[in-house]
């Protein structure tokens, strides 16, 4: 087989996420049906048009404009847009090839549509079908070229794996070329389609049913680096965690790369109490110049608490000051346990804190937030909870959980039942911590 060599230089290509005003909007392909969509729409059309009753006329004005405007936005999107890849020359320049040739077939398609007579849309249709024919082998590329194998550094990789490693897995941006990518395979589909309609020996039936199967292949093959890149996302969420200390840059960071993943920023800098259940994959951690930061992954287990009365009822038994003791947070978890939640991450500061604390949470965040009040001072208490596993006979206890204190003396009035051990500036050690 031959060997694509790779040049190892950044390159400014049209892949997808860089988007100008100009640009069209891309269609979300994320279905079967939607690839097929437009070829059918387009041998509909024709189909209408150049039919034994044909005549001079233009079609109908909704179907034309209709038509027309898929077209034009087509042509636009199949050689614009998106992103800058290093390390891939040799395949993107097979892609862009191929989007190149659709690109000119798509404007000849475009100029059959607009024809105002038989003769000048007969000619149009034989100097489409003698490129498209020409031009087969290169447009049918798009049914495999994301599977071809290269080789690079010794290792031999497809071009998928190729730039979900230069993406370095950032989803949004797999999801974003992947809809790019099934956009081309639309506009072929189309073209396909329209050849059949116009040859003597049409093979309709045949083609929807082969590219049907092909496009279904395709997304089967994204899958791949895709479900790699989840595989390794603790991983590499903790790369992103370890290098990047300004929490809202963490956080649009996570929300843009994973978005498959619900993912909310907990930065703690005053004063805190927080119990987070022990192996638990889902809570990852940092502390830096005595700030800890929790970054805390929604998974499918998790779940939107229990109503607010409840929530209240079970916080209230929860003193800041005293919710390192084992006893007060045994009752939480009980209360928890007798409404068939798990409790996985509890924390608890100041209301008057919120300037030194930055808690982001995704818009499908699964954190419940609640605010109290005890002797006097108010208090915040975020919580995220995991349905049970009721095919495990296991109960929570606090020996399951790491807990935390910090304090900073001057932030929190000392209650006059507050434990000797408790007063000082650390109370707790910050334990647990997996980037230093």
């Known amino acids: 087989m031959k060997t694509l060599h790779v040049i190892y230089t950044v390159i400014a290509v049209s892949v997808l996420t860089v988007k100008t005003a100009a640009s069209p909007v891309l269609p979300i392909l994320g279905t079967a049906k939607d690839v097929m969509s437009f070829g059918l729409d387009v041998y509909s059309f024709f189909d209408s048009i150049l039919g034994e009753d044909e005549t001079n006329s233009t079609p109908a004005p909704i179907d034309y404009d209709r038509i027309i405007k898929r077209t034009s936005e087509r042509i636009k999107m199949s050689t614009e847009t998106i992103v800058s890849i290093s390390e891939l020359h040799a395949y993107l320049s097979e892609l862009r090839n191929v989007a190149y040739t659709v690109e000119q077939l798509l404007i000849q398609m475009e100029g059959m549509i607009k024809a105002k007579s038989k003769d000048t849309r007969e000619e149009l249709q034989r100097r489409f079908r003698d490129n498209f024919e020409r031009q087969k082998t290169e447009i049918y590329k ?45 506009d072929v589909v189309a073209l396909d389609l329209l050849n059949e309609k ?108 229990v109503t607010s009365r409840q929530f209240q009822k079970i916080v209230s038994v929860a003193r800041f000051e005293n919710c390192i003791d084992d006893k007060d947070t045994t009752k939480v978890i009980s209360y928890f346990d007798v409404l068939d939640k798990d409790l996985v991450f509890w924390l608890m500061y100041p209301q008057d804190q919120d300037a030194e604390f930055q808690i982001l949470l995704g818009q499908n965040s699964t954190a419940e937030t609640i605010t109290t009040e005890s002797d006097g001072t108010k208090y915040r208490t975020v919580v995220y909870l995991r349905a049970q596993d009721h095919s495990t006979i296991s109960t929570l206890t606090a020996d399951d959980f790491d807990l935390k204190f910090y304090e900073k003396a001057v932030s929190v009035g000392v209650s006059s039942d507050l434990k000797t051990w408790q007063l000082g500036v650390i109370i707790g050690v910050l334990v647990s911590v997996v980037v230093n």
Not at 247 to 274: I, M
């Open 142 to 186: 798009v049914k495999s070229l994301l599977t071809f194998k290269v080789e690079v550094s010794g290792i031999s990789s497809t071009l998928l794996s190729l730039i979900a490693n230069e993406f370095k897995c950032r989803m949004t941006s797999l999801e974003e070329f992947q809809n790019y990518y099934m956009a081309l395979v639309s």
């Open 198 to 305: 116009l040859s003597e020996r049409n093979l309709y039936n045949e083609a929807v049913g082969s590219w049907e199967t092909a496009v279904e292949s395709l997304f089967d093959d994204m899958e791949v680096p895709k479900n790699a890149c989840r595989a390794n996302f603790v991983e590499l969420a903790m790369e992103d965690i370890s290098r990047i200390n300004d929490p809202s840059e963490l956080f649009e960071n996570l929300q843009d790369k994973y978005s498959n993943r619900g993912t909310d920023v907990l930065h703690l800098s005053g004063s805190y109490c927080v119990w987070s259940l022990k192996a638990y994959d889902k809570i990852l951690q940092k502390v830096k110049d005595n700030n800890m930061t929790f970054v805390f992954m929604s998974g499918e287990e998790n779940v939107q608490s």
